[in-house]
Structures are given as structure tokens and as C-alpha cells.
């Protein structure tokens, strides 16, 4: 086990902790080693930090493209208020597309938790 797979303090120590609760303090009767244990709990901790990073990331592109639709056209590039109408409407539609998929994906991401 390289120094990059080797479970961190958290995944050690609970992997200690299951097998005092199951074999007691002196691990008596234990045939496996906390270490093995601990390396399960630290690909659950990675799996559970990498879903993490994906709800973050997804939520700065949210974030990021409803910032841009909301950011006002420069007043001297739209004169007319057909043109005017035309883009607000654009730009709503285009907000609304966004938080429909954020709504679904992350509507995914609770029935596959669950």
C-alpha cells in the first residue's frame, strides 16, 4: 500500500473502533487487521468526498450562468424595447432551463442516496 492509498487518521481510527465494538478491547479472536478495514472506510470517505466536489462544482456553474443571465445588457447596445423584451425573455427562458436541470439531477442524486 503506497503512501497516497494509506487510510487517513479518520478511517483508521473508526476502523479501530469497529473492532473494539465487535472483538472488544484486546481484539481477541480479530483475524483481520484494523488497517484492512480502515482501507474500506477510506474508499467510502473518498467516494462520499468526490460526490461532495461534484454538488459543489455543479452548484458554481449554477451559480455562474444565472449570473450572467441576470447581468443587465449594456443600455447603449439595446435601444429598442422590443429588442429589449425579446432578450429579458431570452435570458428568463434560459434560467429556467438551468434550475429545471439543476432541479433534476440533483433530484437524481437524492434517490440514488436514498
Known sequence: MN???KPDKLASTLSEEVLRRIYGDDFQGCNIH????????QDGL???RKEASDL?????KVVEAVHL????????SITDPDELRTLLTQRLDAIHTVTTRTRQTTARLHKSAG
Open 46 to 48: 473518498n467516494a462520499d
Open 3 to 5: 503512501e497516497s492509498t
Open 34 to 41: 484494523p488497517e484492512v478495514i480502515a482501507t474500506l472506510i
Open 56 to 60: 459543489i462544482e455543479l452548484y458554481e
Open 69 to 76: 443571465l441576470s447581468t443587465a445588457p449594456d443600455s447603449k
